[in-house]
């Protein structure tokens, strides 16, 4: 009986850590909430004036990003919408368009 209580710990913090493993779509996920401006995928409307960003280097996107965040970088409103996702969460962004084509 003195072993249930620590097994039955064990038993739950292992389903714990299964169960928040990462979304292998949360980047695309992420993502797909810029769509509105800058297309499905990062493939803006030709003529449009915003830019792709399929395709771009990662390195490159979280740049602009974080000028963007940081107020360095003047926008209409990316300033605001940058502000509202963790720096991991921008580099799941940017990962997933600079593998876009």
């Known amino acids: 009986m003195k072993l249930f209580a620590p097994l039955a710990a064990l038993c739950l913090l292992?389903?714990?850590?299964?169960?928040?493993?990462?979304?292998?779509?949360?980047?695309?996920?992420?993502?797909?909430?810029?769509a509105n401006c800058h297309g499905t995928n990062g493939n803006a409307v030709k003529g449009a004036g915003l830019d792709s960003l399929a395709g771009v280097p990662k390195d490159?996107?979280?740049q602009k990003l974080?000028?963007?965040?940081?107020g360095d970088k003047p926008a209409s409103i990316m300033h605001?919408?940058?502000?509202g996702y963790t720096d991991s969460q921008l580099d799941l962004i940017a990962t997933y368009f600079a593998a876009q084509k």
């Open 14 to 34: 292992a389903m714990t850590s299964t169960s928040q493993a990462a979304d292998p779509n949360l980047g695309r996920n992420l993502a797909a909430t810029c």
């Open 66 to 70: 974080s000028e963007f965040k940081s």
């Open 60 to 62: 490159k996107i979280l």
């Open 80 to 83: 605001q919408i940058s502000k």
